[in-house]
Structures are given as structure tokens and as C-alpha cells.
């Protein structure tokens, strides 16, 4: 499951280059689900009034 | 404006993502970038008396031969410096024990090596090779790439009439249209034979860099993609 | 609409937009020069050689284009503040140095050409690295005008008022100075120099520039289309989210060979595989509004603006999207990487995003200058905008086949060594490429020749309207 | 890695700028058709082409992974991503109506 790291020098990011895209996905995971949280907030603001609407 | 009004058309709920993508993407790059800045330092003498292999490897490689093998483990073609040995986990790695003589010598102390690269470097940019040559794949594309220049088989042949490699590139930099291979050929650019020397010298250094295998199958004239299958 | 009266800042802004138009000029005259060399080497050979025209040729394309972006912003910034720009005389002054430095530095180029290797080389001549050369003092001396310009962007927009594209205006563009200086140092160690040399050029161009242009993009639709302003701020901010979020990190794909770690294959493929989404996405948005203001009776107020706007979301689509993808994948750009396909792509790229939205945004300050209610396409614009997009799209395609041409023949079958290079420059192929670049580059400044007279004229030969005459007397 | 990067013999160098080159003009055409209409600028019959070219765009995509040699996790991912695109235009146009119709039913323009 676990791969060794084959580069020259390894380091944390090549250890979480675990077979292949599994970096990437971890780093677009990062990015994109806070943005349902921000969502959510968002939400909860609007149905509460206190914004001004833009 | 009464009834209920959608997140997705709140102009705000957009402003905080698109802050909160560029941020995290920025912050992301400073990580990765710093990580990649400690993996990209250059290498000390010290490391390759250790045989620890550097993504850039000291300048002292000049007094070692170079070449450019694949290796099963890395699954790509790597520099090999002063001769190859078998890794412990299988495939091959550099030995750092050949040496081979360059300009007559092959005991550069990295002080020196380093001074020569120096100026070679500086060469490079005051002659402006970018605007012709690629390096590392990089520039504009009228003359050949130099990333493996020192290891290019066209200096292999040449060799033997200047008494060594480094003695034939250096006198090519210094008056390149007297060696004109080809229709399309270097202007001179006025290099002195000291600056012929340190950019012979950088060449040397840049093809022990670590390219993750570009470019590949260099070397291989005949038939390189496919004579591998 | 502020009627013939122009503000200050305006009439800067034609300053710079003068200046740009002549270093476009001189940027397909010395592309000319690079054209002409590929097919006969003994071209000017030692008086103006390739590296100085092709240096000369990318130059002037970059300084041209901030140029017309520093024109294009001192142009929408009173409109959008609704106030003066706040330090106008600085800003005058400053015009004045930057385009001293810039004629200094080229006469460096074309009469200095190269130097010793040394320090003061890099200092007094040329820094010898591509897109940025330079020379340190007037790196310095372009911080020093930069720092006036973002001056006056905040100073303004702080006193007047705070409309969505000028905040995204002014973190872009602080954005945009910053990475500059990233460009601005020096290190024998080639690998870390282009790391830090891909952060000026690629998150100026795939990044910074991107941003900076859906906001003027925006703006642009306000003024011809009279588009809602919710909804392009709205969308403004998508598209900085999908643009920074790919772009960021995408670039990855310029650090697979440079001796940088092996984990930015991945980070690379998949970050710069999404670089073309949010072009899909401007495509929708565009598609949609002219779908929905086609039959509602609205005109365009500037038909040739809006024009080279189409051409923009085109080019920028086809150059940087599908010429982009065709070899950004690390298993396909290991045999790309250093051809012509980054020329090929470049090309279209370079034009499709920037230069055609540049000259969109000229057109707009024709029509201001000239107090016009409605700009129309005349028949010289016609033949600007045909001959230009066409030949940039002939060249990319004839950039194409020699970069096939020299994948399958130098790195395919021989290797990548320079006897495999020159077999490759030699091909039939490759040469009848680089004969129809040439000839499309012509077609390009026949175009361009069109495009200046057009400038210059257009508002002049306006059809006249009632309403209109009165003003368009005055500006005769 | 050994997996991540295979030899390509340069015959299939060709396909590779083709298919890749198709993979964005068909995901292009699957976005333009189905906005257009949504727009109701063409028939409805024209969303055949729509969902057509997403279908064409998924076998490229597939055919893109064989020549590139990736390994089958990565295939699998490539088509996951495919499935995802299928729903971009989606959210675009349903952003895009949302705004306009909560925008442009207010008195217009500042």
C-alpha cells in the first residue's frame, strides 16, 4: 500500500506522491471542500438578514 | 428581491472562494516552493566524498567523468558521475569515483570549481545563448539544446584532433564559424579563451544536473523511442 | 458616457497606448527579422544575429503589452472611480522616464548587443535570460515607475468609488509587480534560476495577466454591450477562482525537467490540465449573453471593440487551451519540451489573450477621444482584424507541422542530439513550416499596417447621424 | 517512477496531438451546444449533439490514457473527471440563469 519514495531527495511531498495522482488529488481536496463551508455560511447569513445584499 | 435570495448569485459568496482558491494555491506554492528550494541546493564536495546523490551536484563533478544511463529503480535516465555502482534497493546510481582529466587537470578544489562555473554562468548571459540555445529545455529554439551538450557524440568524434573534448568545445566558443557544422552557424560572440574555459566548464556541471530524465534517449542515434520497445 | 471631455488620466492613457502601438510594430518587425532567419541563415548575419532580434522581438511584445495595460487601467480608472486619478502629474513624469529607459535599453540591445562575462554585464547590458533581459538598472528603474503607478491605482480608488473589477484590479495588480522582483536576482545555479525565472514568466502570463484581463474583459462588456454590472463582477470573481486556482499551481508544468523534484509531474499535469476550464466557462458566459441581448434590440456601441473582444475568447481558447493541452502532459512534453510547439502554442496564445483585448481596449479610447456615441467597424478595420487573426492562426498552424516535423524526427528517432537537431531543421517539413510562418507573418503586418491607419482614422470616417454632427464636427 | 512514465514510440506521437487536441474541441462543442440550447437558440434535438460530443469526449479521453500508458488507477480518475465535466456546463448555466434573472428583473444599471 505504502510505496517507497524513489527521488533523488525525499522529502514530505514526495512521500505523499503515493502511486499515481494521489498528490494532486489530495492538494485539489485541500482546495476545493472548505468552499462548501464557506457555502454553508454564507447561507446561514443570508437567511439571517444581517447582509447588506450585493 | 423579497423572496429568497441564492447563495450562488451572492456576490460575496464568490469574493471569499475566490480569495480562499487563490490564497490556499499561493500558500501551497510557498510550501512546495521551499521544499523544492532545500531539494535544489547545490551540493558540496563533502556529499560526493559521501556518494550522496544532489538533484545539482557540486562543481567538482568537472573532475569526474559523466554520463547519462537509465536506471530501472528511477525508472528514467539519470547522470551517472565517475563511474556507476548497483543501488542497494536494485537499479544503478553514480559511483563518484572516475576521474578524468579536464583542461589537464582533475583535482579542482570546489573553491576553483565554483569560480570557474561562476564566470561560465555569467557567459552565458552576458552572450545572451538563451535568445538561440535551449538549457534545460528552456530558451528559443534556432540552435541545438545544451543540456547534455558535454556528453553530445558530435565532441566524441571531434575529440581525438583537439586532444580531448573540453579543448574542442572551447576552441569551437571562441571562433564558432571557423568550425561551422552547419549552414546555420554561431556567430562570434568575441568569448575569450577564459570564458571559453568556465562556460566548458558550466556545460560539464550542467549535464550532471538531475533533469528527471530529459532528455530521453539521449544519445541514441539510430532509431532512439523505438529501438528501446 | 463623460462626453468629449476627456480626464487627465485619459489622455495618458493615449500616451501609452501610442507607445505601445509603435513597439508592436517594431515587435513584428524584428519577429520578421527571426522569420527570416530560420529559412536564410546568412541574414544579417553578425550585424543583427537572431539572438538579438528574437530578444528584440520578445521585448517589445511584453513591453508593449504593459504598456497598453497600464494605458488600458489609467483609461477605465476615472470612468470606474467617477474622480481624477489622484497624482496625475507623478504620473506624467513617470510615463516620460519609463519610455526614456525603454528607448536606452533598446539602443543598448541593437548597438551594445552582448558583453564580457561579468557582473557589470548584467548590470549595464543584458541579463541573457529570456522574456527578462533587461539589464538590472532598468529593472530597478521599472520597479521605481511601477510603485508610482500602483500609487495612483490605490490613491484613487481609496478617494472615489470601490466598484468590484477595481478591487480585483488592485490585488491583481499588486500581485503582478511583486513577482517581478522575483525575476530580479542572480545564481550560478541555472536550475534555481529558471524555478524562480518561471514565477515572473508563468504567473505573469498563465496567472496575473489572465485575471488582469477578465477584468478589463469585463469592463469592456459594460461599455459596448451595456451588460450588467452584477452580473460581470459576479462572474469576474468565478473566473479569478477557477483562473488562480489552476493557475497557480499549474505552474507545475514548466518543473518537470529543470532539475526540480518528481512530484510536480503530477502536481503540473492535473493543475495545468484544468487551465483551459475557465476558458470553457468565459466561453458559456459569452455565448449566453449575447444569446440573451441578440433580439432585445440592445446595439453594440463599439463594433470594433467588441470584434477583437470575440477574437480574444477565441484565441484564447484555441492558443492557450487547445494548443496548451495538446502537449502540457509530462509523458507527451518529454518529447515536446525545448521544439516548436511552445512557439506554435505562444504564438497563438500571446495573441489570443492579450494582444487582441489590448486593442479592444484602444478602440475604446478612439471612441472616447472622439466623443462618439457609437463606434462602427470600418472597412480598414475589417481588414486589420481578418489579416491579423488569420495570420497569427496560419502561423501557428505552419509552427505546428515544423514542431511535429522536429518531435518525431529529433526526439522520436534520433535521440534529441544536435546531428538529430539539424536532421530535423533540414526536413521538408520543417522548412516549408517555417516558409509558411513567414509568409503568414507578412499577412500579420499587412494587418498591422491596416490597424494603425484604422486607429488613426476611424473616427473620422463615422457614418454621420443626427445628434451626432455637432460633435463630430468638433472633432474634425 | 517506473509506472508514471513510459516509453511512447514516436508512431503514436500523431494520435497523441490529435486526440489531445479533439479532447478540448469536443468539450468545447458539448458546452456550446448545450448552452445554445438552453438558449433556446437551437432545437432541442440539438442536445443529442450535446451529450454526442460528451460521449466522443469520454473515449478520447480514454484513448488519450492507452497512448500516454497511464496506469489503470489513473484511467479511472481521467473518467472520473469526465463525469465531472458532464456537469460543469450545468452549474455554469445554472449560475448564469440564477444571476440574470435575480439582476436584470431589478431596475437597471447603477
Not at chain 3, 543584458?126 to 508610482?148: K, M, N, S
Amino acid at each position: 500500500m505504502i510505496e517507497p519514495c524513489h527521488d533523488v531527495v525525499c522529502s514530505f511531498w514526495s512521500y505523499l506522491n503515493q502511486g499515481p495522482m494521489t498528490l494532486t488529488i489530495i492538494l485539489h481536496t485541500l482546495i476545493v471542500l472548505p468552499m462548501i463551508w464557506i457555502y454553508f455560511d454564507e447561507k446561514k447569513r443570508l437567511e439571517r438578514g444581517d447582509l447588506p445584499n450585493e | 428581491m423579497e423572496e429568497k435570495v441564492s447563495v450562488w448569485t451572492s456576490n460575496r459568496f464568490w469574493r471569499r472562494s475566490a480569495t480562499w482558491v487563490t490564497g490556499v494555491a499561493s500558500v501551497l506554492l510557498i510550501f512546495l516552493t521551499f521544499d523544492s528550494m532545500a531539494q535544489m541546493k547545490m551540493g558540496s564536495a563533502k556529499d560526493i566524498e559521501k556518494k550522496i546523490d544532489r538533484r545539482i551536484p557540486s562543481p567538482v563533478v568537472i573532475n569526474y567523468t559523466i554520463d547519462y544511463k537509465l536506471d530501472p529503480y528511477r525508472g528514467h535516465e539519470i547522470p551517472i558521475i565517475g563511474g556507476e555502482m548497483r543501488r542497494p534497493e536494485g537499479g544503478i546510481k553514480s559511483a563518484y569515483e572516475k576521474k578524468e582529466k579536464f583542461f589537464g587537470r582533475d583535482d579542482y578544489s570546489e573553491k576553483e570549481a565554483r569560480e570557474l562555473i561562476h564566470k561560465g554562468k555569467l557567459t552565458i548571459q552576458a552572450k545572451n545563448c538563451m535568445d538561440c540555445h535551449t538549457l534545460l529545455g528552456n530558451g528559443a529554439y534556432y540552435a541545438p539544446d545544451l543540456t547534455k551538450a558535454w556528453l553530445d557524440p558530435t565532441w566524441e568524434t571531434l575529440a581525438p584532433a583537439y586532444n580531448g573534448k573540453e579543448y574542442a568545445i572551447a576552441a569551437f566558443l571562441q571562433d564558432p564559424p571557423k568550425m561551422a557544422m552547419h549552414e546555420r552557424k554561431m556567430p562570434n560572440l568575441g568569448i575569450t579563451k577564459e570564458e571559453a574555459k568556465a562556460v566548458v566548464a558550466y556545460l560539464k556541471f550542467m549535464s550532471a544536473i538531475d533533469t528527471n530524465g530529459f532528455p530521453r534517449n539521449f544519445g541514441k542515434i539510430k532509431g532512439a523511442v523505438d529501438a528501446r520497445k | 458616457m463623460q462626453g468629449s471631455k476627456l480626464y487627465q488620466s485619459q489622455e495618458l492613457a493615449i500616451k501609452y497606448f501610442t507607445v505601445a502601438i509603435i513597439l508592436f510594430g517594431a515587435q513584428l518587425l524584428f519577429g520578421l527579422v527571426a522569420a527570416i532567419q530560420f529559412l536564410y541563415p546568412n541574414f544579417l548575419f553578425n550585424t543583427l544575429d537572431f539572438s538579438i532580434a528574437r530578444m528584440l522581438h520578445i521585448n517589445a511584445l511584453v513591453v508593449w503589452l504593459l504598456y497598453a495595460m497600464i494605458g488600458a487601467v489609467y483609461w477605465l480608472l476615472p470612468d470606474e472611480a467617477g474622480i481624477e486619478v489622484v497624482g496625475i502629474k507623478l504620473a506624467n513624469i513617470a510615463f516620460y522616464i519609463l519610455t526614456a529607459a525603454v528607448a536606452i535599453v533598446v539602443l543598448v540591445y541593437l548597438f551594445v548587443q552582448i558583453g564580457p562575462g561579468k557582473e557589470s554585464t548584467i548590470w549595464f547590458i543584458t541579463e541573457g535570460r529570456e522574456y527578462i533581459e533587461a539589464p538590472r538598472w532598468a529593472d530597478i528603474g521599472i520597479v521605481a515607475v511601477v510603485l508610482v503607478f500602483l500609487y495612483n491605482v490605490y490613491a484613487t480608488v481609496m478617494k472615489g468609488r470601490h466598484t468590484g473589477i477595481l478591487v480585483v484590479l488592485m490585488a491583481d495588480l499588486i500581485a503582478l509587480a511583486g513577482l517581478y522582483l522575483a525575476g530580479m536576482f542572480y545564481t550560478d545555479n541555472i536550475a534555481v534560476d529558471q524555478y524562480w525565472w518561471w514565477w515572473v514568466v508563468h504567473l505573469w502570463v498563465e496567472a496575473t495577466w489572465e485575471v488582469y484581463v477578465a477584468a478589463v474583459g469585463g469592463y469592456i462588456l459594460i461599455k459596448t454591450l451595456n451588460a450588467n454590472r452584477k452580473v460581470v463582477e459576479m462572474w469576474l470573481w468565478i473566473e479569478v477562482a477557477m483562473m488562480f486556482g489552476s493557475g497557480i499551481l499549474g505552474l507545475g508544468h514548466h518543473y518537470f525537467w529543470i532539475g526540480t523534484p518528481e512530484y510536480w509531474w503530477e502536481i503540473g499535469a492535473l493543475f495545468s490540465a484544468l487551465e483551459p476550464v475557465p476558458l470553457v466557462g468565459l466561453f458559456v458566459h459569452v455565448l449566453y449573453d449575447w444569446g440573451k441581448e441578440r433580439g432585445k434590440g440592445n446595439e453594440i456601441k463599439n463594433t470594433p471593440a467588441f470584434a477583437w473582444l470575440t477574437v480574444e475568447t477565441f484565441g484564447n481558447f484555441l492558443g492557450a487551451g487547445v494548443w496548451g493541452f495538446m502537449h502540457t502532459l509530462p509523458q507527451i512534453n518529454l518529447y515536446t519540451h525545448g521544439t516548436q510547439w511552445p512557439a506554435a502554442h505562444g504564438h497563438l496564445a500571446f495573441f489570443g489573450a492579450y494582444v487582441a483585448i489590448m486593442i479592444s481596449a484602444m478602440y475604446l479610447a478612439v471612441q472616447g477621444k472622439a466623443g462618439l456615441e457609437r463606434l462602427r467597424m470600418t472597412k480598414a478595420g475589417w481588414w486589420a482584424i481578418s489579416l491579423i487573426s488569420v495570420g497569427v492562426l496560419l502561423m501557428t498552424v505552419s509552427l505546428t507541422v515544423a514542431a511535429y516535423t522536429q518531435t518525431m524526427v529529433e526526439r522520436g528517432m534520433h535521440g534529441a542530439t544536435w546531428e538529430g537537431y539539424f536532421i530535423a531543421q533540414a526536413n521538408r517539413w520543417f522548412v516549408q513550416g517555417m516558409g509558411w510562418r513567414l509568409a503568414a507573418g507578412l499577412a500579420v503586418i499587412v494587418g498591422y499596417g491596416f490597424l494603425v491607419y484604422d486607429l488613426l482614422t476611424c473616427a473620422k470616417k463615422q457614418p454621420v447621424e443626427e445628434g451626432e454632427k455637432e460633435v463630430a464636427a468638433a472633432a474634425a | 517512477m517506473e509506472y508514471y512514465i513510459q516509453d511512447i514510440p514516436s508512431s503514436d506521437f500523431l494520435s497523441i496531438f490529435v486526440v489531445s487536441a479533439l479532447i478540448i474541441l469536443f468539450g468545447m462543442a458539448y458546452a456550446g451546444f448545450f448552452t445554445l440550447v438552453k438558449l433556446k437558440l437551437l432545437k432541442r434535438f440539438y442536445m443529442l449533439f450535446a451529450y454526442g460530443s460528451w460521449l466522443v469526449l469520454v473515449g478520447l479521453m480514454y484513448y488519450l490514457g492507452e497512448l500516454l500508458r497511464v496506469e489503470p488507477y489513473t484511467q479511472k480518475v481521467l473518467i472520473g473527471a469526465m463525469v465531472g465535466y458532464l456537469i460543469f456546463p450545468h452549474i455554469v448555466y445554472f449560475l448564469l440563469d440564477r444571476v440574470h434573472n435575480r439582476f436584470e428583473r431589478e431596475p437597471t444599471k447603477p
